[in-house]
């Protein structure tokens, strides 16, 4: 006999709310990625270098901010950022790379 208790309706729904939220996400990313590929266009051909430390600290502080304000632990925010960070960096470094080989 199953000793496991039934799934509850409301589990049901905040699971379903769960992935809906998830998708929401990987949909923002991929918007948000497609705007840093594109000013990592623009940082090649205007030869700017593919970080910028001082807007990443910028970020850090504003993104802090909003988890605390939305109740979420500021140092996940701030590594939730590192990430993507890391991610849009390696993009902008491509990006050059190949400008600079077509270039000749």
């Given amino acids: 006999m199953d000793q496991s208790p039934p799934v509850l309706p409301e589990l049901k729904n905040l699971r379903d709310s769960i992935d809906n939220i998830d998708a929401a996400i990987i949909h923002m990313l991929a918007e948000r990625f497609r705007c840093t590929q594109r000013v990592g266009v623009l940082k090649a051909e205007h030869k700017l270098p593919p970080a910028d430390p001082a807007r ?7 993104l802090r901010e909003l988890a605390s304000t939305a109740q979420l632990d500021p ?8 990430f993507v960070v890391r ?14 080989e077509k270039a000749g």
């Fill in 75 to 82: 140092d996940f925010a701030e590594k939730y950022l590192a």
């Fill in 56 to 62: 990443e600290t910028r970020q850090v502080a504003r």
């Fill in 87 to 100: 991610e849009v960096i390696r993009y902008h470094e491509a990006a050059a790379r190949e400008l600079s």
